[in-house]
Structure formats: structure tokens, C-alpha cells
Nanobody, 118 residues
């Protein structure tokens, strides 16, 4: 069973919106911190947003005010609502579950492509 499965990517015009989803197993979702990362072509993977098991949220400066991370515990699903999208948001977006205490310490999804046209 794949631990994390993302969906919701696609092609959108600049200024548009997309909502990404990441479904996790109940065990992972209930005890791990969760985050979204992205990797643009030719660039390193970068952190986008995180949501701790205690429901604290943090965002990269580049997406603050435009992206919202949230979770639905009943569905074991993590979301990333992306608004006011820019061409520089184009990347493969990955979901990550991580912990400083547990083993394995992290899980990654397979990624979903987001392309923003100008």
C-alpha cells in the first residue's frame, strides 16, 4: 500500500486556483506531521507549507497569503488550496509525512504536476 497519494494537479492560468489532496493511511495521518513540498524543473525540492499533528501551520514566504494547508481527519486527507497562482508556482508538488520521534521518520508521495500558464 502506497502510504501517501496526491491528486488534484493540472494546468491552470495565472491568477487561477487549484486544490491538491493527499490521502494517507489512518496511522500515518493521526500521528505524523504533514507538509507540502514542490520541485520545479532544474531546481531543488523546496518546502511550501506544513501542518503539525497539533494543528500548527507554517508557510513559505513565497506562498503566504495565497496557499492554505488544511486537513480532514475523517478522510485522512491533507489539502493544499492554492489561489492567485503564478507561473513560478509551476512544479511537481509532493506530500510528506514526517516525525522527529518515529521510525520511519518520513514518507513521501509520488507527486502531482501543477502547471501555471501566463
Amino acid at each position: 500500500q502506497v502510504p501517501l497519494v496526491e491528486s488534484g494537479g493540472g494546468l491552470v492560468q495565472a491568477g487561477g486556483s487549484l486544490k491538491l489532496s493527499c490521502v494517507a493511511s489512518r496511522t500515518i495521518f493521526s500521528i505524523y506531521n504533514m507538509g507540502w513540498y514542490r520541485q520545479a524543473p532544474g531546481k531543488q525540492r523546496e518546502w511550501v507549507a506544513s501542518l503539525t499533528s497539533g494543528d500548527s501551520t507554517n508557510y513559505a514566504d513565497s506562498v503566504k497569503g495565497r496557499f492554505t494547508i488544511s486537513r480532514d481527519n475523517a478522510k485522512n486527507t491533507l489539502y493544499l488550496q492554492m489561489s492567485s497562482l503564478k507561473p513560478e508556482d509551476t512544479a511537481v508538488y509532493y506530500c510528506r509525512a514526517y516525525s522527529h520521534r518515529l521510525v520511519p521518520s518520513e514518507y513521501w508521495g509520488q507527486g502531482t504536476q501543477v502547471t501555471v500558464s501566463s
